[in-house]
């Protein structure tokens, strides 16, 4: 009797054991397989095809090779958590894609897709990880600023085809019958393009689009909200089982508790709102006046140490505007505007000597990176860098001090750059070792130097230039499908 006893008993504790294990597994990056299901079948492929759009939240090349982009860099990490390869497939808009996913020619969607009521009728969608808003854009001096629906009466309007802001205005066309507009395949970049010289008066744009693109566009506003906060999900087919989804809410899921989201967010769209008009208007006329007499050694910098020069070129315009004579009253001067002590340290003797002072300050900058921690991952460890160039590196590690004793991570710039104006106020820099410091300076620093580094990113890479048609020969590229099913849906 007694034996039997402990024979259930150790089945009891067996079972709990068992349930407590998958509840674990569940909330970690464990994926469960169901024999024979859509994800078990990928995971025998080893490989997750994925459907997106070319754009500057959602997918494109890099000059050096690779790709970047919000929806890339999110899925990439789903792929990495399934334990699987990433085959990412450009359609040419957002109708072809949702035909094309219709018809199966992938097992996803990640293209910054909204959810709507229409699509909800013959797709799947997963939880949302990021909230849009639709705006109506305009070019000020161009054209009238659209405040309601009924200024964009009788006006020339072009959205993206199958987009889910076609879907809008057919749906407000009901009040407003004279809403007129064209859907075009042209990408987000080349509709505002059109919309700045003057082609079209009006586009609708997600705010996450606009925030990103605006900088290169800076005379081009918003005129109003089209809608409130939209949901931004990937998609899968309403065909066969629903485990892909499934495991895409789980790793969504943990993608928020463990910040991966809010990482990404941060990397996107942390610093695009840093620029004024008149910073971008400055910005574009010297590169168009300055930058070709120094890009020979900026580039060759950037060769031998190890820098994209473009960085190098933003870090130079953030200190002089690209002017080798500037000098400020604290004596740091040159195109790099280095202090006294570091050029005597890098062995530079003529501070306004252009090239000495681009390569010392390449130099320098591998001597800052060097100091931080190796276990920092990029982009985290070049933004900390860049401080540490701005404000010196043991003000950054006071900051990250701070930050560590508030129960944030260290190791992430979104959070040190939190406490880093705190430097500034006695009852902070007073707990730390080296004192008082301008800590706001080197997040605004930091924040427009990507800003720069962003906009310079066309310069060399012509498949980022705005309203040029993206064709790439090493990314697959889908036949042209069957229309979606009408009315057309929106992305």
Not at 83 to 89: K, L, P, Q, T, Y
Not at 165 to 178: D, K, N, S, T, Y
Request: glycine residues 6%; proline residues 5%.
């Amino acid at each position: 009797m007694r034996l039997r006893r402990l024979f259930l008993l150790l089945l009891a504790l067996a079972a709990v054991a068992v349930a407590l294990l998958q509840w674990y597994l569940r909330r970690t990056s464990a994926v469960f397989i169901e024999p024979g299901s859509r994800l078990e079948r990928i995971r025998h492929e080893g490989r997750l095809r994925v459907l997106t759009v070319y754009g500057a939240t959602t997918y494109y090349p890099l000059a050096n090779g690779g790709f970047a982009g919000f929806e890339y860099d999110l899925v990439r990490r789903f792929g990495q958590w399934l334990g699987v390869e990433v085959a990412f497939v450009a359609a040419d808009s957002v109708a072809e894609l949702l035909a094309a996913m219709l018809a199966g020619k992938a097992d996803m969607a990640a293209a910054g897709l909204t959810v709507t009521e229409v699509r909800r009728r013959y797709l799947r969608f997963s939880e949302p990880y990021q909230y849009v808003t639709e705006q109506v854009i305009y070019r000020r001096g161009a054209a009238p600023r659209p405040r309601r629906v009924a200024d964009l009466e009788d006006r020339f309007i072009e959205v993206m085809l199958g987009s889910s802001h076609a879907f809008r205005l057919a749906r407000l066309r009901r009040a407003h019958r004279a809403l007129r507009w064209r859907e075009t395949d042209a990408t987000s970049e080349e509709l505002l393009r059109r919309v700045d010289v003057g082609l079209t008066d009006y586009t609708v744009m997600d705010s996450n689009q606009f925030r990103v693109l605006q900088r290169f566009y800076p005379s081009l506003q918003v005129g109003f909200d089209l809608t409130g906060a939209e949901p931004l999900a990937w998609v899968f087919s309403p065909e066969g089982d629903d485990t892909l989804r499934q495991a895409a809410n789980r790793f969504l899921a943990q993608a928020r508790r463990d910040r991966t989201l809010e990482s990404l967010q941060e990397q996107y769209y942390g610093h695009v709102d840093a620029l004024e008009f008149v910073d971008v208007c400055t910005f574009q006329r010297h590169v168009r006046q300055r930058l070709s007499q120094y890009l020979p050694w900026f580039q060759a910098a950037g060769e031998k140490y190890g820098w994209d020069w473009r960085l190098l070129a933003a870090i130079a315009y953030q200190e002089s505007h690209w002017n080798a004579d500037a000098r400020s009253p604290t004596g740091v001067e040159g195109l790099m505007m280095l202090t006294r002590d570091t050029a005597r340290q890098l062995g530079i003797r003529d501070r306004r000597d252009p090239k000495e002072s681009i390569f010392g300050a390449a130099r320098y900058l591998n001597r800052l990176k060097a100091k931080i921690p190796a276990r920092i991952p990029e982009p985290d460890r070049t933004w900390f860098t860049l401080a540490a160039y701005n404000v010196g590196f043991g003000h950054l590690e006071d900051a990250r001090i701070l930050t560590q004793r508030a129960g944030e991570d260290p190791d992430r710039w979104m959070d040190v750059k939190k406490y880093l104006p705190k430097l500034a106020q006695k009852r902070w820099y007073s707990r730390v070792k080296r004192g008082y410091a301008r800590g706001w300076e080197p997040v605004r620093y930091v924040e427009n130097i990507r800003n720069y580094y962003d906009l310079l990113l066309p310069l060399d890479n012509p498949a980022l230039s705005a309203g040029r048609r993206r064709t790439f020969a090493a990314v697959p590229r889908i036949p042209r499908p069957a229309p979606p099913p009408s009315p057309s849906p929106g992305g």
